[in-house]
């Protein structure tokens, strides 16, 4: 590893024990939102497989979106977070396919 490189580790590693301390604000904050499949879905009113076949992914994934052992992603997450705020446009989306 060249002087460089090791220097920047170090300087970063620096500012993330500064950070932990509250010692420095961090540079850029991310908040991803991870939908809440199993509420989404209640609050559409439908079941595990209809949700399946809107999304076009099996059974199994909406079951482990809900349980939590995976998130949505991409396309599937935005979608989710739409209809969580406007379920209404389930009927619309649902019968594209």
């Given amino acids: 590893m060249n002087d460089s490189l090791f220097d920047d580790l170090y300087t970063s590693l620096k500012q993330a024990e500064s950070i932990a ?11 991803i939102e991870v939908a809440d499949v199993k509420a989404i879905r209640k609050k559409l009113d439908v ?6 076949i809107a999304f076009s992914v099996s059974v199994d994934t909406v079951k482990s979106w809900e349980q939590k052992r ?3 992603t991409g396309l599937a ?21």
Avoid: Y
Avoid at 77 to 95: A, I, M, R
């Fill in 21 to 31: 301390k509250g010692e420095l604000s961090p540079a850029n904050v991310i908040r």
């Fill in 47 to 52: 079941s595990q497989k209809e949700l399946a």
């Fill in 70 to 72: 995976r998130n949505p």
């Fill in 77 to 97: 997450s935005k979608v989710l977070c739409l209809l969580d705020k406007e379920p209404e446009l389930f009927s619309k989306f649902s019968t594209a396919q």
